[in-house]
C-alpha cells in the first residue's frame, strides 16, 4: 500500500496544532492568553485573546488539513489502481489472470503487465513478449523518475522465459534474493534461482539493473511478466521521497525572526519599565496618596513586568499572521484554477497541483534556476539536418534533399557510412499492430536510421545480441551480419563499437564525439579535414554531432574476439563521415527564459554538447545574449581573475565547473562570489 498522506484521523488534530506553535508569534500570543487570565494583571478578557489566537490555529489547521485530504484522495487513487497478477495453470495449460488492486500486491507476486502501463511496484522481469511472442528484451520508459523519455531495454533472464510455464504449474521453482530496500535507481544487485521439483537441481544467476524494472516506470511496446521484489513503502520511487519534514517557506523564517526580535524588544522594554516603577514604588511607598503597603511593594513591582508584557505585545501584529496563512490559501488556490497552467497530455487536460499550501510564495522568491537542455529547453524530437564524407557536404532541411546530394557522390565511403548506421545502434526493430516501429533508447541513433532507410542504401529488419538483418533498398536482398561483439556507449569515453562479421570478413564500427573520435582515427586526408570542418559548422548552427568510422579487423578465433578490449577495438580507425541533427527547442523557450531574466532570475542550462554547440543553443533558447559579451571559460589556474566574468553571459566547461567546487571544499571561494 502507497502512503504519501502525512496525517490520520487519530493524529491530524494534535500534529497539526503541534505544528502551528512551531511559530514564534503563536507562542508569544499564547503566553499573552495565559496571562490575561490573572485578574491582577490582565489587559484584556483572555476569551478575546482565546478567539483571535484560536482564528489563526484554524486556519494554519485548515490549510494543513486540505493539503493532507488532497494526498489521501491521491493515496485512495493509486492503491486502488486494477492491477493483473498471475495466478496458477489451469487444467488447460493456459494462464490464470487475476485482477487485484494495487494495495493487494505482495512481494513475490507474479505481475501480468501490459503496453502503456504504469508498473505498481519494483520488479524482476520473468518474461517480455510482443506480437511476434516471446523476445529477448522489452522496454520501458522512465520519464516519471529521472524525466528521460528515451526506451531502456530490460531483459529477463533466458533461462527463467524458457521455463516459465513450468514455474506457473509447479513443476519447477523460482526464487529471488535481492539486495535490502534502496533508493538508488541506477543500481540493481540480486540473485534468481530455478529449481527442478523433479530431479532437484538448482540453477544460480546473476541479476543486476538490466533485469529490474522501477514502480513508475511505463511498459513500451511489450507485455511483461514480473516478480515482485519491493512495493510500497519499500519502493524506490517512495524511498527517493525521504522522510517527511515540515516546510517552512523563506517568509515565515523571516517572520518567525523578526517576531523574535519584537518580542527581544518588547521584554527589553519591560525590563526597563519595571526598572523605572520599582525605583518610583520605592520612593513612594510611605506616601499615603498611593496606598503602596510595603509588605506588597516587591508584588507590585513584579505584576508590573507582565502587565507590561501585555500592553506591549500590541506591538506583535497579528493581522500579518492572518493575512499570510489566508493568502497561501488563496493563492495556492488561484495557482490551481490558472488556465495557463493547464498541461494537455495526449489529450486529457491536466491542471497544475499545489504540492504544499506552506511554499506558494517561494515562487517568487526564485533567484536561480539550473535545468538540463534535451527533454526539457527541447523537446527530443530530431530533425536530420546534413551529412559530410570525405569533404562532400549535403545539408538542408528536407531528407530527400540531403539524400540526393549523397547519391551524386556516388561514393564507397558513403555506402559504409550508411551501413555503419545501421548495425552500430542499440535499436530493435518491433512490430505494433501490424507495423514495424523502431524502439531504442537514443533519439540520435532512430533519427539515422530512419534517414537510412528512406535511402537507397540499408534498411534495419531485425537486430538481437548475435544478429543483424539487413535489406538491401535497392534490389530487396536481406544481408546478414554477424555480431561479434558491442562495446555499448558510455558517458566517459563517449563512444560505441560493434564489431561483427560481414562477407566472410570481420569489421569494427564505431561512433562517437568527436573529441573522442578525431585522436583515434588515422590517415586522415584532405577530405577528412574538410569534413571536420563540415562539423565545426554544424556545431555552430547548434546541431548535435557525431563521428564515424571503421575499420576491418583480423580474422579472430571465438576466444580472441572474448578477449578483445575497447582499447583493442577503438584504435586506428578510417573516418567514414559525420552527421548534424537539430534537436527541437519546445514552443516559446526563449520567451519562458527571457521573462525569467528580466525577473532577476539567473538562468544555467546543462548539456553535453561541446562548446560551439552549446553556444548557438544558448543564444537560440535565450540564456544568452548576442547584445551582451560571452565568455567562454575552458580552463582556469592561479592567475584567472574571475572578476572579469561579472556583468557578462559564461559558457563553462564541466571541468572547469568540477576545478571549482572542489577548490570551494578545500575552502578557496576564489570563483563563488
Given at each position: 500500500?502507497?502512503?504519501?498522506a502525512?496525517?490520520?484521523m487519530w493524529?491530524?488534530?494534535p500534529l497539526s496544532?503541534?505544528?502551528q506553535?512551531?511559530k514564534?508569534?503563536?507562542?508569544?500570543w499564547?503566553?499573552?492568553?495565559?496571562?490575561?487570565?490573572?485578574?491582577q494583571?490582565?489587559?484584556?478578557s483572555?476569551?478575546?485573546?482565546?478567539i483571535?489566537?484560536g482564528?489563526?490555529?484554524?486556519?494554519?489547521?485548515?490549510?494543513?488539513?486540505?493539503?493532507?485530504?488532497?494526498?489521501?484522495?491521491?493515496?485512495?487513487?493509486v492503491n486502488?489502481?486494477?492491477?493483473?497478477?498471475?495466478?496458477?495453470?489451469?487444467?488447460?495449460?493456459?494462464?490464470?489472470?487475476?485482477?487485484?488492486k494495487?494495495?493487494?500486491?505482495?512481494v513475490?507476486?507474479?505481475?501480468?503487465?501490459?503496453?502503456?502501463?504504469i508498473?505498481?511496484?519494483?520488479?524482476?522481469?520473468?518474461q517480455?513478449?510482443?506480437?511476434?511472442?516471446?523476445g529477448?528484451?522489452?522496454?520501458?520508459?522512465?520519464?516519471?523518475?529521472?524525466g528521460?523519455?528515451?526506451?531502456k531495454?530490460?531483459?529477463?533472464?533466458?533461462?527463467?522465459?524458457?521455463?516459465i510455464?513450468?514455474?506457473?504449474?509447479?513443476k519447477?521453482?523460482?526464487e529471488?534474493?535481492?539486495?535490502?530496500p534502496?533508493p538508488?535507481?541506477?543500481?540493481?544487485?540480486?540473485q534468481l534461482s530455478?529449481t527442478?521439483?523433479a530431479?532437484?537441481?538448482?540453477?544460480?544467476y546473476?541479476?543486476?539493473l538490466?533485469?529490474?524494472?522501477?514502480?513508475?516506470?511505463?511498459?513500451?511496446?511489450c507485455k511483461?511478466?514480473?516478480?515482485?521484489?519491493?512495493?510500497?513503502?519499500?519502493?524506490?520511487?517512495?524511498?527517493?521521497?525521504?522522510?517527511?519534514?515540515?516546510?517552512?517557506?523563506?517568509i515565515?523564517?523571516?517572520?518567525?525572526?523578526i517576531f523574535?526580535?519584537?518580542?527581544?524588544?518588547?521584554?527589553?522594554?519591560?525590563?526597563?519599565?519595571?526598572?523605572c516603577?520599582?525605583?518610583?514604588?520605592k520612593?513612594?511607598?510611605?506616601?499615603p496618596?498611593?496606598?503602596?503597603?510595603?509588605?506588597?511593594a516587591?508584588?507590585?513591582?513584579g505584576?508590573?513586568f507582565?502587565?507590561?508584557?501585555?500592553?506591549?505585545m500590541?506591538l506583535v501584529?497579528?493581522?500579518?499572521?492572518?493575512n499570510?496563512?489566508?493568502?497561501?490559501?488563496?493563492?495556492?488556490k488561484?495557482?490551481?484554477?490558472d488556465?495557463?497552467m493547464?498541461?494537455?497530455?495526449?489529450?486529457?487536460?491536466?491542471?497544475?497541483?499545489?504540492?504544499s499550501?506552506q511554499?506558494?510564495?517561494?515562487?517568487?522568491?526564485?533567484?536561480?534556476?539550473?535545468?538540463?537542455?534535451?527533454g526539457?529547453?527541447?523537446?527530443?524530437?530530431?530533425?536530420?539536418?546534413g551529412?559530410?564524407?570525405?569533404?562532400?557536404?549535403?545539408?538542408?532541411?528536407?531528407y530527400?534533399?540531403i539524400?540526393?546530394?549523397?547519391?551524386?557522390k556516388?561514393?564507397?565511403v558513403?555506402e559504409?557510412?550508411f551501413?555503419?548506421f545501421?548495425?552500430?545502434?542499440?535499436?530493435?526493430?518491433?512490430?505494433?499492430?501490424g507495423?514495424t516501429?523502431?524502439?531504442?533508447?537514443?533519439?540520435?541513433?532512430l533519427?539515422?536510421?530512419?534517414?537510412?532507410?528512406?535511402s537507397?542504401?540499408f534498411t534495419?529488419?531485425?537486430r538481437?545480441?548475435?544478429?543483424?538483418?539487413?535489406?538491401?533498398?535497392?534490389?530487396?536482398s536481406?544481408?546478414?551480419?554477424?555480431?561479434?561483439?558491442?562495446f555499448?556507449?558510455?558517458?566517459?569515453?563517449?563512444?560505441?563499437?560493434?564489431?561483427?562479421?560481414?562477407?566472410g570478413?570481420?569489421?569494427?564500427?564505431?561512433?562517437?564525439?568527436?573529441t573522442?573520435?578525431?585522436?583515434?582515427?588515422?590517415?586522415?586526408?584532405?577530405?577528412?579535414?574538410?569534413?571536420?570542418?563540415?562539423?565545426d559548422?554544424?556545431a555552430?548552427?547548434?546541431?548535435r554531432?557525431?563521428v564515424?568510422?571503421y575499420?576491418?579487423m583480423?580474422?579472430?578465433?571465438?576466444d580472441?574476439?572474448?578477449?578483445?578490449t575497447m582499447?583493442?577495438?577503438?584504435?586506428?580507425?578510417?573516418?567514414?563521415?559525420?552527421?548534424?541533427?537539430?534537436d527541437?527547442?519546445?514552443?516559446?523557450?526563449?520567451k519562458?527564459?527571457?521573462?525569467?531574466?528580466?525577473?532577476g532570475?539567473?538562468?544555467?542550462?546543462?548539456t553535453?554538447?561541446k562548446?560551439?554547440t552549446?553556444?548557438?543553443?544558448?543564444?537560440?533558447?535565450?540564456?544568452?545574449?548576442?547584445?551582451?559579451?560571452?565568455?567562454?571559460?575552458?580552463e582556469?589556474d592561479?592567475?584567472?581573475?574571475a572578476?572579469?566574468?561579472?556583468?557578462?553571459?559564461?559558457?563553462?566547461?564541466?571541468?572547469?565547473?568540477?576545478?571549482?567546487l572542489?577548490?570551494?571544499?578545500?575552502?578557496?571561494?576564489?570563483?563563488?562570489?
Amino acid at each position: 500500500m502507497i502512503k504519501t498522506a502525512r496525517y490520520n484521523m487519530w493524529n491530524f488534530l494534535p500534529l497539526s496544532i503541534i505544528i502551528q506553535f512551531t511559530k514564534i508569534a503563536n507562542v508569544a500570543w499564547l503566553c499573552v492568553m495565559i496571562l490575561n487570565s490573572f485578574p491582577q494583571i490582565r489587559v484584556n478578557s483572555p476569551l478575546v485573546v482565546a478567539i483571535v489566537l484560536g482564528i489563526i490555529i484554524f486556519i494554519g489547521v485548515l490549510k494543513e488539513g486540505i493539503t493532507d485530504y488532497a494526498r489521501h484522495k491521491l493515496d485512495a487513487k493509486v492503491n486502488n489502481t486494477p492491477v493483473k497478477k498471475i495466478g496458477n495453470m489451469d487444467e488447460n495449460d493456459a494462464k490464470h489472470v487475476v485482477d487485484t488492486k494495487l494495495m493487494d500486491v505482495k512481494v513475490g507476486d507474479i505481475l501480468y503487465l501490459e503496453d502503456k502501463q504504469i508498473i505498481p511496484a519494483d520488479c524482476i522481469v520473468l518474461q517480455t513478449t510482443n506480437e511476434t511472442g516471446a523476445g529477448d528484451e522489452g522496454f520501458i520508459q522512465t520519464a516519471q523518475l529521472d524525466g528521460e523519455r528515451n526506451l531502456k531495454p530490460k531483459l529477463p533472464i533466458k533461462k527463467a522465459q524458457d521455463q516459465i510455464k513450468d514455474f506457473l504449474a509447479k513443476k519447477v521453482d523460482i526464487e529471488v534474493i535481492s539486495e535490502g530496500p534502496n533508493p538508488n535507481l541506477y543500481g540493481f544487485e540480486g540473485q534468481l534461482s530455478i529449481t527442478n521439483k523433479a530431479t532437484g537441481k538448482k540453477d544460480g544467476y546473476g541479476l543486476s539493473l538490466p533485469n529490474f524494472i522501477p514502480r513508475g516506470a511505463i511498459v513500451c511496446n511489450c507485455k511483461m511478466l514480473g516478480v515482485v521484489v519491493y512495493t510500497g513503502k519499500d519502493s524506490k520511487i517512495i524511498l527517493n521521497q525521504g522522510h517527511y519534514k515540515y516546510k517552512y517557506s523563506s517568509i515565515e523564517k523571516t517572520m518567525n525572526k523578526i517576531f523574535g526580535f519584537q518580542l527581544f524588544q518588547v521584554f527589553a522594554l519591560c525590563l526597563i519599565f519595571t526598572l523605572c516603577n520599582n525605583g518610583f514604588v520605592k520612593e513612594n511607598e510611605n506616601s499615603p496618596q498611593y496606598a503602596i503597603s510595603p509588605d506588597n511593594a516587591a508584588g507590585v513591582v513584579g505584576f508590573s513586568f507582565f502587565s507590561f508584557f501585555l500592553m506591549l505585545m500590541r506591538l506583535v501584529p497579528l493581522d500579518l499572521i492572518i493575512n499570510t496563512e489566508v493568502g497561501k490559501i488563496v493563492v495556492s488556490k488561484m495557482i490551481e484554477a490558472d488556465a495557463e497552467m493547464l498541461k494537455v497530455d495526449e489529450g486529457e487536460m491536466i491542471p497544475c497541483r499545489v504540492q504544499s499550501m506552506q511554499l506558494p510564495e517561494e515562487l517568487g522568491c526564485v533567484n536561480h534556476i539550473f535545468c538540463d537542455k534535451t527533454g526539457t529547453l527541447t523537446k527530443n524530437q530530431l530533425e536530420f539536418r546534413g551529412i559530410s564524407f570525405k569533404g562532400n557536404l549535403s545539408q538542408g532541411h528536407d531528407y530527400q534533399k540531403i539524400l540526393q546530394g549523397v547519391y551524386a557522390k556516388n561514393s564507397i565511403v558513403a555506402e559504409l557510412l550508411f551501413k555503419c548506421f545501421v548495425i552500430c545502434h542499440d535499436v530493435i526493430p518491433m512490430t505494433v499492430k501490424g507495423k514495424t516501429v523502431m524502439s531504442g533508447t537514443s533519439q540520435d541513433e532512430l533519427i539515422v536510421i530512419e534517414v537510412a532507410e528512406q535511402s537507397l542504401y540499408f534498411t534495419l529488419i531485425k537486430r538481437d545480441s548475435e544478429l543483424i538483418v539487413l535489406k538491401d533498398n535497392q534490389d530487396g536482398s536481406m544481408i546478414n551480419i554477424e555480431v561479434l561483439k558491442t562495446f555499448e556507449f558510455s558517458s566517459e569515453r563517449k563512444m560505441m563499437s560493434v564489431v561483427c562479421m560481414m562477407n566472410g570478413k570481420q569489421y569494427a564500427f564505431v561512433k562517437g564525439a568527436d573529441t573522442s573520435m578525431e585522436p583515434r582515427c588515422i590517415n586522415l586526408d584532405q577530405g577528412d579535414k574538410m569534413t571536420l570542418d563540415d562539423l565545426d559548422d554544424f556545431a555552430e548552427q547548434g546541431l548535435r554531432t557525431l563521428v564515424y568510422g571503421y575499420k576491418e579487423m583480423p580474422t579472430m578465433t571465438p576466444d580472441q574476439v572474448e578477449d578483445l578490449t575497447m582499447e583493442d577495438v577503438e584504435c586506428d580507425m578510417t573516418m567514414l563521415g559525420v552527421t548534424g541533427v537539430e534537436d527541437l527547442l519546445q514552443d516559446d523557450v526563449q520567451k519562458c527564459i527571457v521573462d525569467f531574466k528580466e525577473g532577476g532570475c539567473k538562468v544555467w542550462i546543462l548539456t553535453g554538447d561541446k562548446g560551439a554547440t552549446a553556444n548557438q543553443i544558448g543564444i537560440s533558447c535565450g540564456v544568452l545574449s548576442v547584445k551582451r559579451e560571452i565568455v567562454q571559460i575552458d580552463e582556469i589556474d592561479e592567475k584567472t581573475d574571475a572578476s572579469q566574468w561579472k556583468g557578462k553571459d559564461i559558457l563553462i566547461s564541466g571541468q572547469v565547473i568540477t576545478q571549482i567546487l572542489e577548490e570551494r571544499e578545500q575552502g578557496k571561494n576564489k570563483y563563488m562570489d
